[in-house]
């Protein structure tokens, strides 16, 4: 796994290279905030599924959740709640999903595949439902703030008198996606569930038998999967001041490609925030070089296809002659 | 996982705060303390345990239970299947263990085993117990009559 997130970390300085070489507007402090901004929803959203991937199962219904969370948030908000409690509401439906898929993998022993994949067809329909299928529209500016707002950026007033932005500052959802991987990367290496998340991904039934709740230790992973997808939700209708009840579909496969990228075993028990962090970058500097270059949003498609499979095979070879 | 990851797996709130962070250095210190304690083969406390022989990784999993202060112990078929070696090793610590006053059950089909390691020998014959035997005073044959139902002591 460390031999991966070398291939891994050598790729991204590799794209990188090669795309502010190709490309003149590449390497400038916009687009690399750009890229960040881009990155950042794919990073909580590779985050979240990362924790689930560790202990062996799988999340689906991220995608949904997504839309979902930023419905309620739209909807609410669109009714007079004040947009930050709004904002929390979204949260707490995403993460009561995440519970959701957590009893369902844990008290009916269901496959995580199957319970998710049902979660991702019920908070779909329920976005759906409650928006009667259309964008939910009209919001108060506040609601933009997150998605939008950036921390010191500086405006002048340039010569003929218009507002000119000479440093755009860090946008919040970057400056979020710091944190949140921070936080989350502690919790995982130095914390006692971040431990038990590991020790039931390696071995369900040795875990047990030393006395882990294994049950409970799922249920927090599915629940941190689902908090992290509410939060992708909410910074993503941010943005557009929109809230779309089809946002979001085919997410949670981007998401679970950073993680594999990142050198996350979908066999469960290895993964770090870090090489998530590092496969997020990874498919969202391709996507922005890409785009740079007038590629077509299919080719890219291929591309980040093939780069996933290219990911997942070198690791394989690299283990076996391990052995 | 690594070898301090699985020692202290049974009992990571006595490495970690109140709030649940790990004192990685605490860590350290109970693995190297049991690898010293239990003659563990390995490189270093953060060896993967999936590198290390089988017996060594069998003293992992009682140092992990030695660590959660374990009254008695409860060996089930400890030496099937490993090597010469290893079976020595494995013994010599269940003495050991013993010598510290902590309780050895020992599950076992090995006759010569169960007459050279054990105290008393309690037989089991279709899921009951069939006698309780004195390991000093008894033979292969007497613990097969039992075992197999043509005597019992109880009724």
């Not at chain 1, 993460?95 to 994949?117: E, K, W």
Request: proline share 3%.
């Amino acid at each position: 796994m460390v031999v991966q997130r070398f291939v891994a970390i050598s790729a991204l300085i590799v794209l990188f290279v090669v795309f502010s070489v190709t490309t003149p507007k590449f390497f400038t402090v916009q687009n690399v905030l750009t890229v960040g901004l881009q990155t950042s929803t794919m990073a909580f959203m590779g985050i979240g599924v990362t924790y689930v991937i560790i202990t062996g199962g799988i999340d689906l219904s991220i995608g949904s959740v997504i839309a979902l969370s930023g419905v309620v948030a739209g909807l609410l908000s669109r009714a007079g709640i004040a947009v930050w409690v709004s904002f929390l509401c979204g949260l707490l439906v995403a993460m009561g999903c995440g519970m959701a898929n957590g009893l369902l993998v844990t008290r009916l022993s269901l496959p995580p595949f199957i319970a998710t994949l049902g979660m991702m067809q019920i908070a779909r329909g329920v976005a759906l439902q409650v928006t009667g299928a259309r964008a939910v529209a009209g919001l108060p500016e506040k609601f933009g703030v997150l998605g939008n707002g950036a921390l010191f950026r500086v405006t002048a007033l340039s010569g003929d008198g218009r507002q000119v932005v000479t440093f755009p500052g860090i946008p919040y959802p970057v400056i979020i996606m710091v944190v949140v991987a921070c936080v989350f990367n502690f919790l995982l290496r130095r914390h006692r569930i971040g431990r038990f998340i590991y020790a039931v991904g390696s071995n369900e039934e040795a875990a047990r038998l030393s006395g882990i709740d294994v049950s409970r230790t799922k249920i927090v992973a599915y629940l941190v999967s689902g908090a992290l997808a509410g939060l992708t939700g909410i910074v993503m209708m941010s943005r557009i001041v929109t809230a779309q009840p089809n946002a979001g579909v085919g997410y949670e496969l981007d998401a679970i490609a950073s993680a594999v990228i990142g050198g996350t075993s979908l066999m469960g028990g290895s993964g770090t925030i870090a090489g998530t962090m590092i496969g997020a970058f990874i498919i969202g500097m391709l996507r922005n070089g890409l785009n740079m270059q007038g590629v077509s949003y299919f080719i890219q498609q291929i591309i980040i296809g093939l780069v996933i499979i290219a990911a997942v095979a070198a690791d394989r070879l690299q283990r076996r002659s391990e052995k | 996982m690594l070898l301090c990851e699985n020692i202290t797996m049974a009992n990571v709130e006595e490495i970690s705060s109140r709030m649940g962070v790990i004192f990685p250095l605490r860590e350290r210190k109970v693995a190297e303390h049991y690898v010293r304690e239990l003659d563990i083969r390995t490189p270093s406390v953060y060896q993967v345990v999936k590198n290390l022989s089988g017996g060594n990784q069998q003293k992992v999993v009682v140092a992990k239970w030695l660590f959660r202060k374990a009254k008695v112990l409860i060996f089930d078929e400890p030496t099937r299947g490993i090597d010469v070696g290893a079976k020595y090793a494995i013994h010599r610590l269940m003495d050991q263990l013993a010598g510290q006053g902590i309780g050895i059950i020992m599950i076992s089909s090995e006759l010569p085993e169960l007459l050279g390691m054990t105290d008393r020998i309690l037989v089991l014959h279709e899921g009951r117990l069939a006698g309780v035997l004195r390991t000093r005073e008894t033979t292969q044959e007497e613990i097969l009559n039992y075992a197999a139902g043509l005597v019992s002591a109880l009724p």
